[in-house]
């Protein structure tokens, strides 16, 4: 049996991986925690041999934690988060990342995905790997300036977790529009996902944030 730290910020979720992971036979969970600088104490503690983190925990995220922690060379790292940027993987696999999932996927894969890495295997999706051999994410980041203002607006709202049905209300038009808005988006900045865009989105705004 392995044993199994889970470190997330939102306590529902939380809840929920412990519930996932306390149902499979071979994983044991001996540490649960929504504080990253809590999980430092635990993974250096216990010494799981599996630490599932999230990258976006306020004060103290993934990459902080990993990097507090990457010497306990018994303990494998998998990253579970709903965003990450090519630096930040990059940075990560540098530290010895085992593994990386994105919160969309269903939660059997990240079942697989840590079988996989406990047992000596790495879990690093080449759409994901890919964004980690970009020198930077600057190019990708530019490409929203290509947008027009309503595609920017959707952009944002999309961000902030609404339907495309919700945004229809919210800006007075209809569902279908959206979604071929949603269609030239993808395509302009040549991404897949609402989770891609998001990513993106964060980038965009921390990059003109420090131009200010």
Not at 23 to 32: K, R, S
Not at 128 to 157: C, F, H, W, Y
Request: proline share 4%.
């Amino acid at each position: 049996m392995y044993s199994v730290i889970i470190v997330d910020d939102h306590p529902l979720l939380l809840r929920g991986l412990q519930d996932l992971m306390s149902a499979a036979p071979e994983f044991e969970v001996v540490g649960a925690t929504t504080s990253g600088t809590e999980a430092v104490s635990l993974i250096c503690d216990l010494q799981p041999d599996i630490a599932v983190l999230d990258v976006a925990i306020p004060s103290m995220g993934g990459l902080e934690i990993l990097r507090a922690t990457r010497n306990k060379r018994l303990t494998k790292f998998i990253f579970l988060t709903a965003t990450i940027s090519g630096p930040q993987i990059a940075d990560a696999l540098k530290m010895g990342l085992s593994g990386i999932l994105l919160k969309e996927y269903a939660p059997e894969e990240l079942l697989n995905c840590m079988r996989k890495v406990a047992n000596g295997g790495k879990w690093l999706p080449q759409e994901l790997l890919s964004r980690a051999s970009m020198p930077s994410d600057e190019g990708m980041v530019e490409k929203l300036n290509l947008l027009t203002a309503r595609e920017r607006q959707i952009t944002v709202l999309i961000c902030s977790g609404l339907s495309n049905r919700t945004i229809a209300e919210r800006i007075g038009t209809s569902e279908g529009t959206v979604g071929i808005h949603l269609h030239n988006i993808f395509r302009k900045l040549e991404i897949s996902n609402r989770t891609a865009l998001a990513a993106l989105h964060v980038q965009y705004m921390t990059a003109n944030n420090k131009n200010v």
